[in-house]
C-alpha cells in the first residue's frame, strides 16, 4: 500500500470477484433496467414497512454477491457498509442477518465508494482474505427522513432528484476474475455554502471536482486515462457545474466519457417524477455494481473511475441554519492483472 | 498485517503519540476529572445549540491531540471519525473544520475503538502516515434524538444510562513514544432480543462478551495477559452480565481487573443523575484516551483491552418493534516496542 496525497494505490490491486444490484420498479423502467440481477415490482419490497424494504434489498444484494463470488457466507470475514437511514440501521440490521464482523461506514451517497474503497483497504494490507463492501436506499425512507412526510405528496422543485431504490454489494479478494480496484482517493469535506436541501447536486459538484482533481494530481493521470470518469449523483444540476469548476483549474473533461450515475439510471424524458436525476447511495451502487462492472467484464470498458458524492447534511443541521458540507470518494477500477 | 478470526494483527504495531479528551461539567465533577484536558462549566459548551456544542468539543480535542501529538495540521493525512447523531453531523462538521480527508464511521458508541482500529489500519499499511480517530457524544443531544425532547425532564428507569458529554480524538503514526496498537477485533452484531431502549446494558452484554471471548481465542491470550480489560458503556447492570456469559462460555474475569468506562466516569453515589451509569461514544473516548492512555504513558498500566461497545438502533427501528441489534469492537494497546 502507498499513499500520495490523498490517493491510496493498492499494492496487490484487489479484484472484484462478484457483484449484486437489486432494485426497486422505478428502476427497472429505467435505460439500464436489464442490467440489475433483480427488480421488484412494488415500492414495499414485499414488506410492511418501507425501512423494512430498504434493508431486505440489502440482504438480497449480500446473499447475491455471495453467490455470485462463488463464495459461502462462512467465507465472507468481514462486511463493510453504510447507508442514509439514521444510525445506518439498513446496512446494521443486514449486518446482523449475515453474522460477520461488520465495519459501519458513513459518507452519505458517496458510501458505496468508500465502503468499496475500505473493503479494498483490508485485502489489500493483509487484514482479509474476503471482503464485501455494500450500501442500499430506499426513496420513501429518504424522503421521509430527510424532507416532508411521503404521503404529503409535496412538490418538489425542478432541480431536485429522486433517491434510487436499491442496493448494491461487492466481493472483494486478492485473486480470481475481474475488474481491480487499482486506486482510492478519499475526499475532503467541501462546503461553498449551499442551504437548500433540495439543490444537492449544486451543493455536491464542489466535493466531485475536488477529488478529481486530487485524483488526477496524486496520479499524475490525465482524464484520458480513463474510458469513464463516473460521478455518483450529480445529475443534470450539479454536474454540469463539476465540469465548469474542473475547466476553471484547467482540466477539460471529455464531452461523452464524462458520466454520472444520477443521468444513467432513469430516462428523463419518460420518467418525469426523476426530475434532475437520480440520487441516493443505492444510485452509484446499482450503477456501478450492474450497469459498468458488466461493461467491464464482457470488455466494453477497460479503465473507469467512480466518484461517489455525498452531502453530509441532517435535517437538524440544516433547521439550525448550516449550510450542506459534501463529500466525494473515488476509486479506480481497471480490466486485467 | 495479519488476520486471525476477526482479529487483526497490526505488523507495525502504531503508536498513539498524542490524545485529547474535552468534557463537559457534569463529567467535570466525576473522578477522572484530573485527567481531562479541559473542563467546560456549560452543557451548552459555549454555542448556541447542543449540536453545535457537541461539533464544538470534537474541534477542540482533534486540535489538543495535534498539539499534544506535537505535529501539524497539514502532517495530518486521513481523519477517521463518527458520532451518534443523525448522519454523523457533529464529525462531518468538525471534519469540514479540518480540512483533512475523512472517512466516517459508525458504531454507535463502538465508534470510539472502531475508529481506532481503522486509523491504526491506515498507519500499519502504510495508507498513511498520521492519522487522526475521534468521536463525542453529548448528553442532551442524545436524549432528544434516541428518547424525549430534554425539556419534558421525563423520568428514566433506574437502569438507564446517562449520556457522557464529551471527544476524545488520538493521532496514530509508525514511529515515536507512547501506548502501540497491537491488534483490533472486529465484533459482529449480536441481538438476543432487548427491545427496551432504555436497557442498553443487557442489550449490549452479548456483543461484549462474544467480541472478549473472540478476541482470547484468535490471539491465544487468557484474561491475565492484560492489566486492565475495559468495556466500554455497559454500566452496573450490563457489565456483570458481560462477566456472568463469559463464565458461561469457561472465561474467568478478574474480580478488579475487569471493569467498564460507563462506571469509572462518574461517582454514582454522588452524582444520582448518573442512573447506572455513563454511556455515549464519548465515554470510551475520553475515559481511554483521557485516563487510560495517562495511566500508561506513566507506566501504571502496561497491558490494556478496550471493549467499545454499541448499541445500533434508531428510534425509527424500535418503533417498528424490532430488537436492539449490538456490537462491541475491541482494540489491544501496549507500552513497549
Known amino acids: ?106 459518507g452519505a451517497c458517496s458510501t458505496s465508494m468508500e465502503s468499496l474503497a475500505v473493503a479494498s483497504l483490508l485485502v489489500d494490507s493483509g487484514a482479509a482474505r474476503y471482503a464485501m463492501a455494500g450500501t442500499a436506499s430506499h426513496n420513501c425512507t429518504v424522503e421521509k427522513q430527510f424532507r416532508y412526510p411521503t404521503e404529503y405528496g409535496s412538490q418538489k422543485p425542478p432541480y431536485a432528484q429522486y433517491t434510487v431504490t436499491g442496493a448494491g454489494c461487492s466481493v472483494v479478494t486478492n485473486q480470481g476474475k475481474g475488474p481491480r480496484v487499482t486506486h482510492a482517493t478519499i ?69 461523452t466519457n464524462f458520466m454520472d450515475c444520477g443521468l444513467m439510471i432513469y430516462d428523463r424524458d419518460k420518467q418525469k417524477y426523476a426530475l434532475a436525476g437520480g440520487s441516493g447511495c443505492g444510485c452509484s451502487a446499482v450503477v456501478t455494481y450492474g450497469h459498468i462492472l458488466k461493461q467491464m467484464n464482457s470488455g466494453k470498458l477497460q479503465k473507469v473511475l467512480v466518484v461517489a458524492t455525498g452531502a453530509l447534511l441532517s435535517p437538524i443541521s440544516y433547521q439550525q441554519g448550516e449550510s450542506i458540507p459534501c463529500i466525494a470518494h473515488a476509486v479506480s477500477l481497471e480490466m486485467g492483472g
Chains 1, 2 share one sequence.
Open 187 to 255: 475526499g475532503k469535506v467541501m462546503d461553498l455554502g449551499v442551504k437548500d436541501p433540495f439543490n444537492m447536486g449544486t451543493a455536491m459538484a464542489p466535493a466531485a471536482a475536488d477529488t478529481i482533481s486530487a485524483h488526477l494530481k496524486d496520479t499524475g493521470r490525465t482524464p484520458d486515462y480513463y474510458d469513464l470518469i463516473v460521478t455518483g449523483d450529480l445529475a443534470s444540476v450539479g454536474h454540469p457545474i463539476t465540469r465548469e469548476l474542473l475547466l476553471q483549474e484547467g482540466i477539460a473533461m471529455d464531452q
Open 1 to 106: 500500500m502507498k499513499v500520495n496525497g490523498q490517493t491510496w494505490e493498492y499494492e496487490h490491486r484487489p479484484v472484484i470477484i462478484g457483484s449484486s444490484s437489486i432494485v426497486g420498479p422505478e428502476e427497472g423502467e429505467g435505460p439500464l433496467a436489464e442490467d440489475f440481477d433483480f427488480i421488484y415490482d412494488n415500492l414495499e419490497i414485499n414488506e410492511k414497512t418501507w425501512e423494512k424494504g430498504e434493508r431486505r434489498l440489502l440482504e438480497d444484494a449480500a446473499r447475491k454477491a455471495l453467490e455470485l463470488a462463488g463464495i459461502q457466507e462462512e467465507q465472507l470475514q468481514f462486511y463493510v457498509g453504510g447507508d442514509l437511514m439514521n444510525q445506518i440501521i439498513s446496512s446494521s440490521f443486514a449486518a446482523r442477518q449475515m453474522g460477520v464482523p461488520y465495519l459501519g461506514v458513513f
